[in-house]
Every structure is written in structure tokens, then in C-alpha cells.
């Protein structure tokens, strides 16, 4: 099945304050223990940077997991980062996480040595998937550990219409059709796999973990000075 794309942004406030009030706790405690186990044995400390943040629940979530690291989520929806700065007030970690609002490349992302570099759910969006990487590649430093989580596209729609209805049937029907199209939108593991080749990512790994998701993970060892996207 080719690939359909779906709009880069959820930028609609109804639609971004739906996807923020969704039960993701499962799936997101599922990333935070995910890059436990690719990184096991050390704690996570300095800065953390999240591409694609939306309301930001990861940000916090990495913020409480990991004491003695702060935490700047990027999200190109004002009404993501809205939600997500409405949030950080009253969050106990959210002294430690901050939020930019801007599009890759080129978002005000903080010039700093990055101890790891995340992302859930931004790859599919994209119509040109190699920002995501080009992004990696500039803000990467010394030893950065790389978890980047996602859909992966099904065969055909009637199994993406399968998925919807084993995992998203009781969700409202805005997030049901989201799933679906974020599947069509998806790309396959071996997409991915030449995507990071293209980019010269030779230290991050493709990973199936489930019917519908894959990781992207791995560490880049380096040492240079972080220069902005885009340049």
C-alpha cells in the first residue's frame, strides 16, 4: 500500500484538546520504559530534547522519570504548546521542561550539548520525513541517546481499519479516524531504514515492536559543537 500523508500539523484547538484529554498513559509509560531498555544501567541527566511534543505528556513524564534532567519539547501547533504550557503551571516537574513553538528546521531549539534526543508520533507526519533526521544530526552531541517511537503502516486499509477497530473503538470518532489515517500515513520499517541510511545515521537501529509501531533507536557518538538547523 502507498503511503497517503495527513496534515503536518493538529493545529485545530478542538482536535489538539481531544488528542491532550485521550487515555495515553499505557502507551506513553510504554516510551519512557522503551528507552529504559535500550538504555539500561545510566541515568539520564543534562538536557532532553522532545521533537514533536504535542500537549507534552512525554516531556513531563521523562521530567519525573529522570531527576536531574530538564527537559525542552518542540511542537509546531500553537495549540499544542498551549495545552502543553497550560499544563506545565500545575505539573511537579514542570520547572524542569520547556516548551518552543516552531516548525523543523528551523524552531528556536536551545544551542546545547543534548543527552538524548526523543520523539513519539512526529515521523508520520511529516511530508518530508529527512527533517526529522537532518534535526537529529544537527543537535546530536556527545553520546546522545536516540529513541524516536512511531507508527509503522500496515499492509493494506482493511488491516488499517482492523487496527482502528482492536485498539481504538471505544475512543471518539475524531480519534478514530486520526489512528487511521496517522497509519496511512505511516511509513514501513524498511522506509525507515533507507531514510537513516540517506542520512548517515549508521548508529540508530530500526526496531518492530508491535502490529502497528516501530522504534528508532541507538547512540551517536561525537564530539562537535551543535550548530542551528537548517544550515
Request: proline share 6%; with cysteine.
Amino acid at each position: 500500500m502507498q503511503r497517503v500523508p495527513e496534515p503536518e500539523l493538529m493545529d485545530d484547538q478542538v482536535q489538539a484538546e481531544v488528542y491532550a484529554a485521550a487515555d495515553f498513559d499505557e502507551a506513553h509509560s510504554r516510551i519512557v520504559d522503551g528507552f529504559d531498555v535500550c538504555f539500561p544501567g545510566a541515568e539520564l541527566r543534562g538536557c532532553v530534547l522532545d521533537l514533536g511534543c504535542g500537549p507534552g505528556d512525554i516531556c513531563f513524564r521523562l521530567a519525573a522519570r529522570y531527576p536531574g534532567c530538564t527537559v525542552t519539547g518542540v511542537d509546531g501547533s500553537n495549540a499544542m504548546i498551549r495545552l502543553a504550557n497550560r499544563r506545565r503551571a500545575d505539573d511537579a516537574a514542570g520547572d524542569r521542561v520547556t516548551f518552543v513553538e516552531g516548525l523543523i528546521p528551523g524552531a528556536p531549539i536551545p544551542e546545547v550539548p543534548y543527552a538524548a534526543i526523543v520523539s513519539n508520533s512526529l515521523l508520520h507526519h511529516l511530508h518530508r520525513p529527512e527533517v526529522l533526521w537532518q534535526a537529529i544530526d544537527t543537535y546530536a552531541d556527545t553520546a546522545t541517546r536516540i529513541y524516536i517511537a512511531d507508527l509503522r503502516r500496515p499492509q493494506g486499509m482493511d488491516e488499517a481499519r482492523r487496527l482502528v477497530g482492536e485498539y481504538a473503538a471505544g475512543e471518539p470518532d475524531i480519534l478514530q479516524r486520526d489512528f487511521y489515517n496517522s497509519l496511512l500515513a505511516a511509513f514501513t520499517p524498511q522506509e525507515v531504514e533507507a531514510q537513516l541510511a540517506g542520512a548517515g545515521l549508521k548508529d540508530l537501529s530500526v526496531d518492530v515492536i508491535s502490529d502497528r509501531h516501530l522504534v528508532v533507536h541507538g547512540t551517536i557518538n561525537r564530539d562537535r559543537q551543535v550548530k542551528p538547523a537548517g544550515r
